[in-house]
């Protein structure tokens, strides 16, 4: 439920946290569509009546933050009384012919740009002039709001299931916003969760559980909280050209691939689709840096690989259900098949260890601690001494989609910076594609489109890889004796 005067919890409020002038904290997306069978019928206008028709199902998208004086208690979410959709819903057209360049170029400013923290976090910017008819939407939530999974969730307010879904939109519902808290009450609300929470807390907790239950949920998480140490807390990383202090503008590469492909991969070589896709994401970033002149030699980088904890009752709820994990990916020139096994070992000992369990339960613990505390603990775990590069996999909906008759054929993400990141790695399945978004500072990484061709090379190592496994097998089964040892 999103109700008035929800409190943000202590993982949405550490992306408030660390937000700075050049670390804009919103998570975007850019969704190119087919052109509509009636292309009067995609239009800012008909896409605000889209929305408008359907905010009642997410009563977040009205509400804007309040902030506590003196910065007692976290932010809490209230209706906003001067809500006005024409500043979320807006128009945007890119310049004649409408290339994929000229649109590449457009999302970069709009992801430059910050979210006015005095109006709800979001903006959907709907793009016209794009060659072959097609038609676009440019879409960001600050990441206080959602996390990747119930980024997906949000699709509801743009999103149908057939293309004749939209022809006739209902009247908006009505609505009428609660009245915003006071100043005092803000601060009352604040002291009485700092005294009251941490104690109805406990209690839920053992009143929910046997002794048995929690005597080995303990020790689970207790072997999760020293991989956790160990992994994310084991001293800084080694510096690469992929982390430098970000600036304030970005740069959007995007590539494409069929989740058939990646799904053949995974089976041959038995490992999941996410260890395909680190095992890809490592290569590239490696043939990257070689491409820029440095040395990869031997080398990994840490990757932290964000875990969803989202409970199965908890799929429409927006705000933050995710733990991180840490993976050293191989980066170095090696065999496809062995780096693959490296990424695929290190998940497994993740799992295996609760990490992200322990995680989860480490950042709950702050919940407990005043805002001050939570700002400082919220700096240090998004430093980007911690790891070097961020990369997360978000599975969608296998099936068509449609924005106002329009097939939904991409839907690359964008994924913010953290301190000392230039480059961040995101991954959206959606009807039978997987959309790849490199996320990269405008300077520091000025050729950053590179870096989807690259991509392609390393899935093409790994594909060849995959035949010459298939016809080892099959030899093998036909000849069961030519593969044992004299």
Not at 172 to 187: G, I, K
Not at 215 to 228: C, D, P
Not at 470 to 476: D, G, I, L, M, Y
Request: with cysteine; aromatic share 4%.
């Amino acid at each position: 439920m999103q109700r008035h005067g929800d409190r943000l919890g202590p993982l949405d409020a550490a992306f408030l946290h660390v937000e700075t002038a050049t670390r804009h904290m919103h998570v975007g997306a850019l969704l190119l569509c087919d052109p509509p069978a009636a292309p009067e019928a995609f239009s800012v206008e008909r896409v605000r009546h889209l929305v408008a028709s359907r905010l009642h199902l997410f009563p977040r998208f009205r509400q804007r933050l309040a902030f506590p004086p003196g910065g007692v208690g976290n932010p809490v979410w209230v209706d906003d009384v001067t809500f006005d959709l024409t500043r979320h819903v807006r128009p945007a057209t890119v310049s004649a012919p409408g290339t994929a360049e000229a649109l590449h170029d457009l999302a970069n400013r709009i992801f430059s740009q910050p979210l006015d923290r005095r109006r709800p976090l979001w903006e959907f910017h709907v793009v016209d002039g794009l060659a072959d008819g097609r038609v676009a939407v440019v879409a960001k939530t600050h990441h206080s709001m959602v996390d990747g999974v119930s980024g997906m969730e949000v699709g509801a307010l743009l999103f149908d299931p057939g293309p004749d879904s939209s022809t006739t939109l209902p009247a908006p519902q009505p609505w009428e916003p609660q009245p915003a808290p006071s100043e005092q009450e803000l601060v009352a609300a604040g002291l009485d969760e700092l005294v009251r929470q941490p104690l109805e807390g406990l209690g839920r907790r053992l009143q929910s559980a046997s002794p048995g239950e929690v005597v080995g949920r303990a020790a689970e998480l207790g072997q999760g909280a020293v991989s956790f140490l160990r992994q994310g807390l084991a001293g800084r990383v080694s510096r690469t050209l992929i982390n430098q202090e970000p600036g304030a503008r970005r740069r959007l590469a995007v590539e494409q691939v069929d989740l058939d492909d990646l799904r053949h991969l995974k089976g041959v070589f038995e490992t999941t689709l996410n260890d395909v896709l680190l095992a890809a994401v490592g290569d590239t970033i490696g043939r990257y840096l070689r491409h820029r002149g440095a040395s990869t030699r031997g080398r990994s980088l840490r990757a932290v690989i964000p875990v969803s904890t989202r409970a199965v009752d908890e799929g429409d709820d927006l705000g933050n259900r995710v733990a991180n994990v840490f993976v050293d990916l191989p980066i170095d020139e090696m065999d496809p098949v062995e780096r693959l096994r490296r990424c695929s070992q290190q998940m497994d000992r993740a799992k295996s260890e609760h990490a992200a369990d322990a995680a989860d339960t480490f950042l709950g613990l702050t919940r407990f601690a005043p805002p001050a505390l939570q700002a400082v603990g919220a700096r240090l775990a998004f430093g980007g001494h911690l790891y070097n590069v961020i990369v997360t996999n978000v599975p969608g909906p296998q099936m068509p989609l449609y924005c106002l008759g329009a097939r939904v054929v991409g839907a690359y993400p964008l994924v913010p910076l953290a301190a000392g990141q230039s480059l961040a790695v995101g991954a959206v399945s959606l009807d039978g594609r997987v959309n790849i978004g490199f996320t990269a500072d405008h300077d520091a990484l000025p050729d950053a489109d590179v870096l989807g061709g690259m991509l392609l090379q390393s899935l093409e190592e790994l594909r060849r890889s995959a035949e010459a496994e298939a016809e080892r097998k099959a030899r093998s089964h036909r000849h069961p004796d030519s593969e044992a040892a004299p």
